[in-house]
């Protein structure tokens, strides 16, 4: 039977239902453990919160289950696909298969390309409802646990920072800024207090961020009930540094996939660095082909063999396999936050050295079935 045949056949379908079938109830399984250590994580760090009820746990913890599903698909796929085959190897189904002249390659490219399908699903639909969802919990962490006191916003109107500084809160606007000079063009500070109580408005020509303190020139300052105060120079006390601005941008995981180019653009436009962006979004793409390899790599741990009676340790061997691939994934992803790789490569290396050892591997088990 020749691949594409076996693509179109009655055996694929069957073969593709059984994993995704499995493919349901692994994710469920997971889901529901990371759920509950996500939970009693949760309960831990609000307990000291009076503001935080149980349903704004159980809402935080919901929040963030697309993003962990997103986060655990290459092992919930790994996982499934080992789980449907053993299955069908358990029924000697797999036998029949292979008596009917479909070869382990077939097998995997059935459920390679069901994977892929699947991933790029997981990107078009689900990576959006995980942002949104993804910004919502931060914002609402941020508002019960006050732990994040800078959010920086970068769009065409300009640069917005708000920051929590002395025991009041302060929206810095620019219309232009240049961080490799630390300057600030057109600023305007606007400041609360706590409970959002406007207490003044101060407008600058320009701003430079020094150790400590801001340079401001040409100072415009409002407050309720007085008169205006204009002064040519003045500095003004900040524990802000341009490390914390760079760190205090929004997530990449908070973008859904379209817009993560256009951020990028932009993020070099204003002279800050989009590396984490740059390897978030190649890693999108990467992780779509890292499903489908990660298949392949099942199918050759579940090909029946003469020379293997212990089910058992193969079926521990492979999840092994899996854990130090993961493992290996979080280690070349570091490098490329580190920038002691390209992202490119960051992103690709992994399921290129998955997809040799999965088809070198493949084809061993085929020759020793």
């Given at each position: ?6 693509l179109?056949?009655s055996?694929n379908i ?12 692994t994710a469920?399984?997971?889901?529901v453990?990371?759920?509950?250590f996500?939970a009693i994580?949760l309960l831990r760090?609000?307990?000291s ?7 704004v746990?159980l809402e935080?913890?919901l929040?963030v289950?697309?993003?962990?599903f997103?986060?655990?698909?290459p ?12 299955r069908?190897n ?7 298969l292979?008596?009917?002249g ?15 399908m699947i991933g790029a699903?997981s990107?078009l639909?689900?990576?959006?409802i ?7 919990h931060n914002?609402l962490?941020?508002r019960?646990?006050?732990?994040n006191?800078?959010h920086?916003?970068i ?9 929590i500084?002395n025991d009041q809160?302060t929206?810095f606007?620019?219309d232009s800024?240049?961080?490799h000079?630390?300057t600030f063009?057109?600023v ?9 109580g ?12 020094m150790?400590?303190?801001?340079l401001?020139?040409?100072v415009y300052?409002?407050?309720e009930g ?9 500095y ?21 996939f379209?817009?993560?180019p256009?951020?990028i653009?932009q ?9 984490l962006y ?17 298949s ?5 741990f ?6 293997y009676h212990?089910t058992g340790?193969?079926?521990?061997l492979?999840?092994?396999?899996g854990?130090l691939?993961h493992?290996?994934n979080?280690?070349?992803h ?8 390209a992202?490119?490569w960051?992103?690709w290396?992994?399921p ?6 999965g088809?070198?591997?493949?084809m061993h088990a085929?020759e020793?079935?």
């Amino acid at each position: 039977m020749t691949p594409l045949r076996y693509l179109n056949s009655s055996a694929n379908i069957y073969v593709s239902r059984n994993f995704l079938v499995w493919l349901g109830i692994t994710a469920i399984a997971l889901l529901v453990i990371v759920g509950f250590f996500e939970a009693i994580e949760l309960l831990r760090r609000v307990m000291s919160h009076p503001d935080a009820s149980l349903s704004v746990v159980l809402e935080l913890t919901l929040l963030v289950l697309p993003q962990r599903f997103i986060e655990l698909l290459p092992f919930i796929v790994f996982l499934a696909s080992l789980l449907s085959l053993w299955r069908l190897n358990q029924l000697h189904e797999i036998t029949a298969l292979r008596a009917m002249g479909i070869s382990g390659g077939q097998l995997a490219l059935g459920l390679c390309i069901t994977a892929i399908m699947i991933g790029a699903s997981s990107l078009l639909v689900l990576n959006p409802i995980a942002a949104s969802f993804n910004a919502r919990h931060n914002a609402l962490e941020e508002r019960i646990l006050k732990h994040n006191q800078q959010h920086l916003t970068i769009s065409n109107t300009g640069f917005w920072l708000k920051t929590i500084e002395n025991d009041q809160k302060t929206i810095f606007h620019a219309d232009s800024f240049s961080l490799h000079d630390r300057t600030f063009q057109n600023v305007t500070f606007y400041e609360f207090d706590l409970k959002d109580g406007f207490k003044r408005r101060i407008d600058v020509k320009e701003a430079t961020l020094m150790d400590g303190k801001w340079l401001l020139k040409e100072v415009y300052t409002w407050k309720e009930g007085a008169t205006l105060e204009v002064e040519k120079e003045k500095y003004r006390p900040t524990d802000l540094t341009l490390e914390k601005i760079q760190r205090s941008t929004i997530k990449p995981n908070q973008l859904p996939f379209w817009r993560i180019p256009a951020f990028i653009e932009q993020q070099h436009k204003n002279g800050m660095s989009a590396l984490l962006y740059e390897v978030y979004w190649h890693r999108l793409w990467a992780e779509i082909a890292l499903l489908g390899v990660m298949s392949v790599l099942a199918v050759g741990f579940c090909l029946p063999s003469p020379r293997y009676h212990a089910t058992g340790r193969i079926i521990g061997l492979a999840l092994i396999s899996g854990f130090l691939i993961h493992f290996f994934n979080n280690i070349i992803h570091a490098y490329g936050l580190g920038d002691r790789l390209a992202a490119f490569w960051a992103a690709w290396l992994p399921p290129l050295v998955t997809g040799l050892l999965g088809v070198g591997y493949l084809m061993h088990a085929e020759e020793n079935s």
